[in-house]
């Protein structure tokens, strides 16, 4: 362990931001942008793997179930975009996304209300042939339905956390890399102990992702999070192309959500997930004792090629290893400490929080600076996701 450095221990910072994920460099990069002194620490050397913001591509959407993230998709858009301009780096693709849902549920109907009541361009589908006629090398089954959201994304993620982390440091931002978080020590000034110093911040904001619990716990807060091993496949095209200019496409089976992206993360391969949650790990061992255990997602996900994507092998050819971070209710937590104000924290994004990144950023800021939140908080908070859990038990 290196001597702790006494200059850091001297200055104070506003805000001190815990883990670079895109929550973490999105907080950052806002912090630093209103002109505050802001110190992002990261404990591995960046870009990493190890976490959940990597990889090429993640879905921005309207299509929620909810409002209350639709909501959130004008400035998220927004924000998106001007970090494009500000960075000269293309970030999105606009494919649009199919849902796609059957009559034994009621995704397609909830998505088309959320749509509607946003004033964003959709289209319903109440026949197969629809659905073909906007991916015609998949079948999705005799009684498959479905929305078209017209203005889905696909963004570059590595790309963008890139540009968030190198215009935090452009705005004045420092950005610390291989130093781990050991303790936070709250108080008026709030103390932050690494591996490498100790540094004193008026206000610390908590973006750990799957290590969340690592850090709040010793701190007396405790999210019903759980992290989960999540296996995200490409599977090679026959005919290269065939699934390049298409949609991305949510399916939701009777066994659970399958999302699949165009082939131009790795020309050639379309890329698919399976959201079934069936390896809870610790963040540190994420693939320890994994090897030769079988893999119910990718299993699942060999038969849904097989049976619905007749221009794909069904074989991956490339495996990629991710973590989601869920709550019970599949919520977002962003809530600051009950008793030390100045301590604030997003967790639990729940596989949704790349595209949320923006408006998280925005308002652990506003919590850290002690202002008033642009959305409501309330129900954001641990205590109403509590309540929430609690009622669907
Ligand atoms: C397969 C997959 C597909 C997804 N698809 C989508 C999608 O299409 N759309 C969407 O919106 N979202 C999607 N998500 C979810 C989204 O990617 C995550 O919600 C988001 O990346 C979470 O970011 P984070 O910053 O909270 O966590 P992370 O990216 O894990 O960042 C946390 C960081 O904190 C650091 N850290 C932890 N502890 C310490 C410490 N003690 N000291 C210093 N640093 C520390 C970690 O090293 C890490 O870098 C997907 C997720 C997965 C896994």
Redesign the pocket.
């Known amino acids: 362990m290196d001597f702790p450095d006494i200059h850091s221990f001297n200055q104070i910072y506003d805000c001190i931001v815990?883990?670079?994920?895109?929550?973490?460099s999105s907080t950052a990069y806002r912090s630093a942008k209103l002109g505050y002194k802001t110190l992002l620490?990261?404990?591995?050397c960046l870009p990493?793997s190890?976490?959940?913001?990597h990889g090429p591509s993640?879905?921005i959407r309207f299509a929620h179930s909810k409002m209350r993230y639709a909501e959130m998709m004008p400035e998220m858009y927004d924000v998106w975009n001007r970090l494009e301009e500000e960075s000269n780096t293309k970030l999105f693709q606009k494919t649009g996304l199919l849902i796609v849902g059957r009559p034994s549920n009621n995704v397609v109907a909830e998505r088309v209300k959320v749509l509607k009541a946003m004033k964003t361009p959709y289209e319903e589908l109440t026949h197969p042939q629809g659905l073909q006629r906007h991916l015609p090398d998949a079948t999705f089954g005799p009684d498959a339905i479905g929305c078209i959201d017209k203005m889905a994304l696909v963004v570059r993620a590595d790309k963008c956390l890139k540009c968030f982390q190198d215009q935090f440091v452009a705005h004045g931002g420092i950005l610390h890399d291989e130093e781990?978080?050991l303790e936070i020590l709250p108080g008026t000034l709030v103390t932050v102990v690494t591996n490498k110093g100790k540094y004193r911040a008026k206000s610390v904001a908590i973006?750990?992702?799957?290590?969340s619990s690592?850090?709040l716990n010793p701190i007396g807060l405790e999210p019903p999070i759980k992290v989960w091993r999540?296996n995200?496949c490409f599977f090679k095209e026959r005919s290269i192309g065939t699934y390049s200019k298409w949609p991305v496409f949510i399916d939701s089976t009777d066994s659970g959500f399958v999302c699949g992206f165009p082939s131009n993360d790795y020309p050639g391969y379309m890329k698919m997930?399976y959201h079934h949650l069936w390896k809870e790990v610790d963040p540190d061992e994420r693939d320890y004792k994994i090897h030769g255990e079988s893999q119910v997602d990718i299993e699942f996900l060999k038969k849904y090629v097989r049976r619905h994507f007749p221009g794909l092998e069904a074989e991956p050819a490339i495996v990629e290893t991710?973590?989601?971070t869920c709550t019970p209710t599949e919520e977002i937590i962003i809530d600051r400490h009950p008793v030390y104000s100045n301590i604030v924290y997003a967790c639990g994004?729940s596989?949704?929080?790349?595209?949320?990144a923006p408006i998280v950023g925005k308002m652990l800021c506003e919590m850290a600076y002690g202002k008033q939140t642009s959305y409501d908080i309330t129900p954001f908070t641990l205590k109403s996701l509590l309540a929430r859990s609690k009622s669907k038990l």
């Open positions: 815990i883990g670079a994920g895109i929550e973490g620490l990261e404990q591995f990493h190890r976490g959940s913001s993640r879905l781990k978080v973006t750990a992702g799957p290590w690592k850090l999540v995200v997930g991710c973590m989601y994004l596989g949704q929080g790349f595209k949320l």
